[in-house]
């Protein structure tokens, strides 16, 4: 399976501090996208960095991309208990049409 | 109002009894794409649609059908489920290249 994994696979943290969740992946992609998803309900798109993009940023989302480990690593500054739900990053196959996603990261944001 | 929706939210059925979940989308999307999400596994690819009348398998197929008649509709067919088919489903549309959006999910129970 080409399909990429988050780590931690689950990180609490007190309101206020940051979070930093990584994801790995297998394959050359693209572009690479990270989504939200509160429990049970459908995903929601966060940020989307190309692979020719090193660094992005979208209000407290700080987004990098290392093509050649393979890997990428979101950050959410100044975090707050709404920010409490499961990250998920997403790559596309060269093709850009078939998508994989990892197993997620559940964040938790004590207040 | 820009939206996915699925249909039915919630289904139990029995093995081998074929089920119907739609899909659609008001978004002009030409790109559509089916998921299950299961516990530790993340969401997995069934299958996508680039366009009208052009289906592709995904990550797990087995077990799936897919039709794209119309732009806006791309229902997944379980000819005859099965109980490791069951699962949250989502669909999603998009632009290539550009972000997914997701709908609500369809929390599907094969007994």
């Known amino acids: 399976s080409q399909q990429g994994e988050e780590d931690p696979q689950a990180l609490s943290i007190q309101e206020g501090e940051n979070a930093t969740m990584n994801c790995s992946y297998k394959?050359?992609?693209?572009?690479l996208q990270w989504y939200r998803q509160n429990s049970g309900r459908g995903l929601v798109h966060l940020i989307l960095?190309?692979?020719?993009?090193r660094e992005k940023h979208s209000g407290r989302l700080r987004v990098t991309l290392d093509t050649s480990k393979k890997s990428s690593s979101l950050l959410i500054t100044a975090s707050r208990a709404a920010d409490t739900a499961s990250y998920f990053c997403?790559?596309?196959?060269?093709?850009?049409?078939?998508?994989?996603f990892g197993t997620g990261t559940s964040l938790t944001v004590i207040p | 109002e820009a939206q996915v929706t699925q249909n039915p939210r919630y289904l139990i059925t029995v093995t081998g009894k074929k089920l119907t979940v739609t899909c659609s989308q008001n978004?002009?999307?030409?790109?559509m794409s089916w998921y299950r999400q299961d516990p530790g596994l993340g969401l997995r690819q069934i299958y996508y649609?680039?366009?009208?009348?052009?289906?592709d398998k995904g990550d797990v197929p087995e077990g799936y059908k897919v039709s794209r008649k119309e732009k806006r509709n791309f229902p997944l067919i379980l000819e005859s489920p099965s109980p490791n088919q069951t699962s949250l489903y989502f669909c999603?549309?998009?632009?290539?290249?550009?972000?997914?959006?997701f709908g609500p999910g369809t929390r599907l129970l094969v007994l």
């Open positions: 999603a549309s998009g632009l290539a290249g550009k972000p997914q959006y």
């Open positions: 997403a790559t596309d196959a060269s093709s850009g049409n078939q998508f994989y």
């Open positions: 649609s680039m366009n009208v009348e052009v289906t």
């Open positions: 978004m002009n999307h030409e790109y």
């Open positions: 394959t050359s992609i693209n572009n």
């Open positions: 960095i190309r692979s020719n993009e």
